[in-house]
């Protein structure tokens, strides 16, 4: 029986050469899930990648502020924009994630088969998709705190928000941490070890080694700390200088005709959105900047029952009060002061306001002009001041004769440059046409209407009916000819308007383009081009998208247009 016990090998049962540890086959178990988790995840990421790339975006709320881009609310364009940067954000780690996660397979096929190499790549494996998860961590909470970055020097609310959006990402990079390093700490288990070591190799183990638990809390806290100065450092905005300015240059001076009496002045450029403004009993267009806080200018007339001669009989109208400001928090209103504008006596009022724990500073302008009010009123940062005063530095008020009616205009487009697909002959309606379909699009014949789609936008190729003309732009440049294209498009009159008319040449016949925008703020609408064949009316335009959408693939539709004559 003696002899039993001492040919017993010393080393443990869970050791021995002939059988595979508990230990290791649940580790490379919980090797194979991680991997598995990640690959799913990046697989689906890939999936509605390739599902959006071939069936437009399935978001309903992007669809709507794709097919009505001009009743996006300020709140829905900021969603969008997050939710696109997320987007963007998940499939850059995409491709890095599903490589990962295909070398922890191998590296726990690795273990299994007891090879030598396998330890060092499931090490590595961990370290990369911990140092992935801290990057998606810090790029999400980039992403989420942006719009109130600027407010973290100057408002306490929004910096105690930062700070609770930090530690949250932080605990939950800790918790999805935790398996990945207890996962690496057991890949030093002794057991683990002597299992894929070569036999007689195996190194003298130590006495004392730190405990495994002690080791994960450790690593989980010091990468929760980690990514949260990390974070702190990505998210942080330093306050612009005072007294700095951040006008961009602005644009070439654009005159605008909202009544009799025209007003021109150069828009601001860059980050400023163009919207019309038609509230309050004034019209005109807003230029806001989408910042936190935001900041707007409005240049608009008033309407007044009575002419004014001055703008001293505006100013008890127009006199700017604590009483207009009720849902502020605080408020500060300057005594009105003169000043002039594009020659014209007027007022200046300079204000400020505590809203919503959100500082803004605000000044507004009036003048008088051949019985006209206008109004122009800032509201936002202090730092967009300038802006403000850019424009109304470069205000002018033209005659009142000058020519309501667009000019037509001649362009000499380039000839097709057969950048676009096959040559397709189409039969539109009763006239026979043939043109090279834009590359990614799709072409759907409807007999009398012909459709070429991409993902959301549609452009229309459309048999018009009979017209008295003859062919040429000149003829086609006719005021009933124009309306009866514009209304495939459901064109509506009370709200857009022709801005210009250009005369082009394709191929051999002439065609015009007409353009319409929104009349208060001049936002391009769309482009619609005319042509006359046989004596009939072939018109090509956009039914749904927005302008950078389908401008350039409209072109190069426009420029393959060729008919059986020409």
């Known amino acids: 029986m003696g002899s039993m016990s001492e040919a017993r090998p010393p080393g443990s049962r869970l050791a021995r050469a002939d059988s595979r540890p508990i230990l290791v086959s649940a580790l490379v178990v919980g090797w194979l899930l991680l991997s598995g988790f990640g690959a799913l995840r990046a697989i689906v990421v890939l999936g509605n990648l390739a599902a959006t790339s071939t069936f437009g975006d399935t978001d309903p709320l992007a669809r709507a502020a794709a097919a009505a881009p001009d009743l996006v609310t300020d709140e829905t364009r900021q969603l969008l924009a997050q939710r696109q940067e997320r987007r963007s954000l998940e499939r850059n780690l995409a491709g890095p994630l599903l490589l990962v996660a295909t070398l922890g397979v191998v590296g726990a096929i690795g273990l299994l088969r007891r090879r030598l190499w396998s330890r060092v790549v499931l090490l590595s494996v961990g370290v990369l998709a911990i140092g992935l998860s801290a990057f998606h961590s810090t790029r999400s909470i980039g992403i989420t705190a942006a719009p109130a970055a600027g407010l973290v020097e100057s408002d306490p609310d929004a910096r105690n928000a930062l700070a609770l959006v930090r530690s949250a990402a932080a605990i939950g990079l800790a918790l999805q941490s935790i398996p990945l390093i207890l996962a690496m700490s057991l890949l030093r288990h002794p057991i683990v070890r002597d299992y894929v070591s070569v036999p007689g190799a195996r190194r003298p183990r130590s006495g004392r080694r730190p405990d495994t638990l002690l080791v994960v809390a450790g690593a989980a ?132 306001l505590r809203e919503r724990s959100m500082q803004h500073r605000g000044r507004e302008f009036y003048t008088v002009v051949a ?82 789609r991409h993902r959301e ?110």
């Open 221 to 352: 806290v010091l990468i929760a700390a980690g990514a949260v100065t990390f974070s702190r450092n990505r998210a942080k905005t330093p306050p612009p200088e005072k007294g700095v300015s951040e006008a961009p240059a602005p644009e070439p001076s654009e005159t605008f005709r909202w009544s009799d009496q025209p007003i021109a002045f150069s828009a601001p450029a860059g980050p400023w959105t163009r919207e019309r403004h038609a509230e309050g009993g004034r019209k005109g267009v807003s230029f806001t900047r989408y910042q936190a806080p935001p900041s707007r200018i409005i240049v608009a007339e008033a309407s007044l029952e009575t002419a004014p001669a001055t703008a001293d009989e505006i100013l008890p109208r127009f006199r700017l009060t604590r009483e207009q400001f009720r849902s502020a928090d605080s408020v500060t209103v300057g005594e009105p002061v003169r000043a002039v504008v594009a020659g014209y006596p007027a007022f200046q009022t300079d204000y400020s």
């Open 371 to 452: 019985g006209h009010a206008f109004v122009f009123t800032f509201l936002g940062r202090e730092t967009d001041l300038p802006v403000l005063e850019n424009l109304v530095a470069s205000v002018r008020f033209p005659a009142g004769a000058d020519g309501d009616a667009p000019r037509t205009t001649f362009e000499d487009i380039p000839p097709d440059e057969k950048s676009g697909g096959e040559v397709t002959e189409l039969r539109v309606g009763e006239q026979r046409v043939t043109v090279r379909v834009p590359r990614q699009w799709e072409h759907i014949d409807y007999g009398q209407r012909q459709e070429f």
């Open 457 to 566: 936008a549609r452009i229309l190729l459309v048999d018009g009916g009979p017209v008295e003309a003859a062919g040429t732009a000149t003829e086609i440049d006719d005021k009933r000819v124009i309306e009866r294209a514009l209304r495939f498009f459901d064109h509506d009159p009370r709200r857009w308007e022709v801005s210009s008319k250009t005369r082009m040449r394709v191929g051999s016949r002439e065609a015009l383009a007409v353009d319409t925008w929104e009349p208060l703020s001049h936002v391009f609408h769309k482009r619609t081009v005319l042509f006359v064949n046989a004596g009939r009316l072939l018109v090509a335009g956009t039914a749904q998208g927005t302008v950078e959408e389908t401008k350039g693939p409209l072109d190069e539709l426009v420029r393959s247009i060729r008919f059986p004559d020409s």
